[in-house]
C-alpha cells in the first residue's frame, strides 16, 4: 500500500518535471488572434492609397474578462507576436494532455 502510494507520487513528480521541461523554451505566450487588414491613410496624393492597395494593418484581437478586445499591432512586432501566439496553443495543447494524464494517473492509485 506505501510502496503503491510512493509510485503515483514519483510518477506525480515525474510528469510535473516532464512538464515544467516542455514548459522551457515556450516564450513569449499569447492567446488571441492576428488579422491583417488594409487601411488607408490620410496623406495627400498617397500612391498605395490612390492605388486602391492602401497600406498593412496588424490588429491583435483577443478575450479578457469577457470582453473582446483589439490592439494595433506594429509591423516590426509581427513576428514576435506569432511567435508568442504559436508557443500559446502548444501551451494550450499540453494543458490538454496534462488532464488526462492526471486522470489515467488518478485511476492508477485506485
Ligand atoms: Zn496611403
New binding site residues.
Partial sequence: MLARMGASKDTADARCEAFREELEGLWPLAKGSLCEARK??N?PG?K??TSGR??HAYLFTFHKDGRFLCRHVRPEHVAELRKALDNGRELERLLVGQGEELLRELRGRG
Fill in positions: 488607408p491613410c496623406r498617397c498605395a492609397c492602401k497600406h
